[in-house]
């Protein structure tokens, strides 16, 4: 699934009547149009679904038909003016080819989500009423230039990861989130799930993970250096039916749901349900709460034989409820102090005879490679799990710029890209004062349009080691879900079509072309019910409007 996918077709720009390539995104790489009369879809239109393309005929109906006002009722191939979807296995899994004439429109897809994300791009055809919950004129017609369309994926992991653990998204809203991600052909949901400031799944073995490292009594507001507080309670988690609710969404949707147990580090909030997950010899591990502040805590996880038992009996729920290949550990931004200062610690590098407390971290982070090879899963982690040597099956989540990816890749590792100085969405999009709490680097829209997630670095077959990519939305000053729409959109229509076209250069790329799209692709998140930033051009004389909230 996740192999950076062949590309099929070359990208080839055809203007067509009444639609263009200027209003899809991401651009298809061909696009056509093709003499006949115009598909008029309307009341009498009719579905009919091949076999494997069940999922996206529930969604036609569910979303497509219901926007719409279209009953899209049962019909046979063929008959009438229809809706056909079939698999077609001389496509990619992922492609699809999408025809359109004045009797039907056809979908093929190479597999299920091939035919998904054709469906998407229809979707896109019909213009905004599409990407609304309920038509308000039910039976207007809706007339669709003849014309074909094929295209396929650059990468086959494309992502997004919501870190929930810094402000906790209610499930409606990761649900919400799941639809938007689809909307834009993107497959992964990274789902951050435990922190210092909170941790968010049940896990039924260890209660007080929830019960205790849930809540906070307050939080920091503002980033680091913020002399400020929100002086109330914070918290929330998800059951395990919430999870399983997500996960089977999520599926429905052709999006896998990749989770992500931080250790060793980033564990105060368990540390603080269960003080014996720390390093009792050099701090009093029972004074702990949920920290409130941002940053990295120096309290991690003891390298301990009870503390690996603990967190195995928590990777064995998460496997229960997660049915992905990759299971995210963290890795990153361990602290070594408390190790230094702990006999115990010391001990351990001793009896195990690795080099140090990096070596240490190393030990940690193999552990659990092995134990999720063992059954059938691969780990991920940060880029920091290169320190102290790389366990043989992990993969790596590159965020400190490409020099980690490039060395897991040269290595023979598998990398998904995601370095700080392009796709880190919590970054402000602007440098002008009116920009809510700036933090980060300046990346504007045009920024990440020009982000290349293969560094010129890698050979040939090395590149095959980039699964592909994904933007991270740390939400220490999102604190609520109008904050996450300001910080995520436009931008992310930006790196959709990074993660699912093979663009030219960096410095070639056609900016220009995207921000014409994008005038109509501004009315699809109006009528999502997006906050995003506006473009300068909506605003005048102004940095962007704050988000509601």
Not at 122 to 146: E, I, K, N
Not at 248 to 265: R, W
């Amino acid at each position: 699934m996740y192999r950076n996918a062949p590309f099929a077709w070359r990208a080839r720009v055809t203007a067509l009547p009444g639609m263009t390539l200027e209003q899809l995104i991401p651009a298809p790489a061909r696009a056509e149009a093709v003499p006949g009369s115009s598909f008029v879809a309307g009341p009498a239109t009719t579905l009919w679904a091949g076999p494997g393309t069940e999922s996206t005929e529930r969604w036609l109906r569910a979303t497509l038909g219901a926007a719409l006002g279209l009953p899209l009722t049962p019909g046979a191939e063929g008959a009438g003016r229809s809706v056909v979807l079939l698999v077609d296995a001389s496509l990619e899994p992922e492609a699809y080819r999408l025809t359109l004439d004045e009797a039907r429109v056809e979908i093929r897809g190479g597999a299920a989500p091939g035919v998904f994300w054709g469906a998407q791009t229809l979707r896109q055809l019909f213009g905004p009423d599409a990407f609304r919950r309920a038509h308000l004129r039910p039976g207007t017609p809706y007339s669709l230039p003849a014309c074909v369309i094929e295209d396929a994926p650059r990468f086959g992991w494309r992502g997004m990861m919501l870190d929930v653990a810094r402000h906790f998204m209610p499930k409606d809203g990761v649900l919400r989130y799941l639809d938007l991600l689809a909307a834009h052909k993107l497959n992964v949901f990274h789902f951050h799930l435990t922190d210092d400031q909170g941790w968010r799944v049940e896990i039924k073995r260890h209660p007080r993970l929830t019960e205790a490292g849930s809540w906070r009594a307050r939080s920091k507001w503002g980033h680091r250096n913020s002399p400020l507080w929100e002086e109330r309670p914070h918290g929330g988690f998800y059951t395990q039916d919430d999870i399983r609710e997500i996960v089977a969404y999520a599926d429905s949707l052709h999006i896998t749901v990749v989770p992500e147990i931080d250790v060793p580090g980033h564990s105060q909030a368990a540390i603080s349900a269960y003080p014996h997950l720390g390093s009792t010899d050099v701090v009093d591990t029972r004074a702990l709460t949920v920290w409130d502040t941002w940053g990295v805590s120096k309290n991690v996880l003891a390298p301990t034989e009870d503390v690996l038992r603990f967190y195995e009996g928590v990777f064995e729920e998460i496997l229960d409820l997660f049915p992905s290949t990759f299971v995210h550990v963290g890795g990153d931004e361990c602290p070594k102090d408390q190790w230094k200062a702990s006999a115990a610690a010391q001990a351990r590098i001793k009896e195990l005879g690795v080099e140090g407390e990096d070596g240490l971290q190393s030990w940690f982070i193999r552990h659990f490679d092995t134990w999720l090879t063992a059954r059938g899963r691969r780990l991920i982690g940060w880029d920091e799990i290169l320190e102290g040597g790389l366990a043989e099956g992990a993969a790596v989540s590159s965020w400190r710029g490409y020099r980690g990816g490039i060395a897991a890749a040269k290595a023979g590792h598998d990398v998904v890209m995601c370095p700080e100085q392009h796709v880190y969405l919590d970054h402000r999009q602007d440098g002008g004062p009116d920009e809510p709490m700036p933090i980060g680097f300046v990346r504007t829209l045009e920024d990440v349009y020009r982000f290349e997630p293969v560094p010129a670095e890698l050979t040939e077959e090395e590149a095959t080691h980039v699964l592909g990519t994904q933007a991270n939305v740390w939400t220490e000053v999102m604190e609520n879900q109008d904050r996450v729409d300001y910080q995520v959109f436009p931008r992310l229509a930006a790196f959709c079509e990074v993660a699912w076209r093979r663009l030219p250069a960096p410095a070639e790329r056609d900016f220009a072309g995207f921000e014409r799209r994008m005038t109509a692709h501004y009315a699809r998140l109006d009528a999502l019910g997006v906050d995003y930033r506006p473009p300068a051009a909506r605003c005048p004389g102004s940095g962007g409007r704050p988000p509601k909230g």
